[in-house]
């Protein structure tokens, strides 16, 4: 039995793992379906449908409420018996015997009741709208800056996949050069040109390439799942066809325009606004609110519903809080600050993505160059390990140059797959922070 109970424990709580075929999309279709099925943005999206709300609460403060209210009472009280029996319409000339007045029969009274409540005035109200929309406004520009994140992840890890299936390429070239190398060493041996040590080296060199290349294979699995993630699945998804990257370098003074436009930066912006608005909101404290109510009512000593005398009121009211115990005072000392912090933030997050901004687009300088002296890197070694090769077949030099010469050409071909990929990184890079990655990619 509790053999069975292991089985059931183990099949049920052991991570199932997907051997599935992975799934192939182009940068494009990636980004697409990231930007429908991504987690993080259907979070965020939900978080626009409560601002949605809560702009609707604020606007239902000017909307008429209408409440019915049904109730019972059975009472002796001589002032409820009295009014009941007024409001039943059945008072009689009876009723106002001294008797009867003091102790009257226990009475029974239903009454039904429809009201209907219009505020006319409140500066609260009317602010409380205003700040609702502002901060609905920020939220569909926090939505706009997330979708770039997410935009933004999708792209960089959609790299990370390609960088890591060139490390791979790299790793079975480094691979198949260290076969090379060891049927060059056996052969020399036999014919007396070397000696054992270099066969016993070469093998060891090819173990060493199988390893990097184990390694290689698995990083380039795991990335694909977390692209897959990314775009919201949890299936791998690999690059399919010809990869062209589709952000283009622009002038730095479009970097620089564009950033002052960034969804973020402005939302903030609406938020300081909003802070602003609190500060007159807590001063309308002071300030009077009036509206409108009328009810219909009905009353009955037997029947719920009933009608035997029916009546109306209508209301007019002005309410005018005069002293709360300062407690307005210290909620408008307290908005002044929230708002100045609010003003520091914003000037903080400007001055940041300046920052930002000329930093990148240095990064993009950088990085290019760098890329283009690991290309030139790359020429030069492949010719060394040329070189070195021949002499070695010649029994012209030994084989630790030969295999230092290999492990140069295989640091410099990672090398150069890793400046490949900070190269577009940069341009990503600096398309996020200056706000233009949606734009330049063509998505509204």
Known sequence: ???????????????????????????????????????????????????????????SSYLPKLSFNETYMRTNNPTYAFMAKLNEGRFAQSDFDINSLNNPSSINDYQTSFTVDQLIFSKKAILGISMAKKDLQAQKLDYQRKKEDVVYKVIKSYLDVQTAKEYLNVAQKALDDSLEHEKIAQIN??????????????????????????????????????LGLVLGIEDN?????????????????????????RTDLKAIELRNKIAKNNIEFASAGYLPYAG?????????????????????????????NIFDGTKRENEIKKAKAEQKMAEENLKAMQDAISLEVYSSYLGVDEAKKNLELAKGAL?????????ILRRYQNALSPFIDLLDAQTNLDNIRANLVDKENKY??????????????LSDLGIK
């Open 292 to 320: 409108l109510s009328a009810t219909y009512q009905m009353n009955d000593h037997s029947n719920f519903f009933g009608s035997e005398g029916d009546s109306y009121q209508f209301l007019a009211y002005l309410s005018w």
């Open 379 to 387: 020429a030069s070694a492949e010719e060394d390990t040329t070189i």
């Open 189 to 226: 041996y036999k014919v007396g040109l070397s000696v054992y040590s270099d066969v016993l080296r070469s093998e060891t060199s090819v173990l060493a390439a199988k390893e990097k290349l184990v390694s290689a294979k698995k990083n380039f699995e795991v990335l694909q799942r977390s």
């Open 1 to 59: 039995m509790r053999l069975i109970v292991l089985f059931f424990l183990l099949f049920f709580l052991t991570p199932k793992i997907s051997y599935s075929e992975p799934i192939s999309l182009n940068l494009n279709e990636a980004i697409q379906y990231a930007l429908v099925n991504n987690h993080e943005l259907k979070s965020l999206s939900e978080s626009i449908r409560v601002k949605e709300a809560d702009l609707g609460i604020a606007q």
């Open 424 to 437: 577009y990184m940069s341009m990503v890079d600096l398309d996020y922070k200056s706000g233009t990655l």
């Open 237 to 261: 998804v690999i690059p399919t066809g010809d990869f062209d990257f589709p952000i283009k370098l622009q002038s730095e003074e479009y970097y620089k325009t564009a950033s002052l436009n």
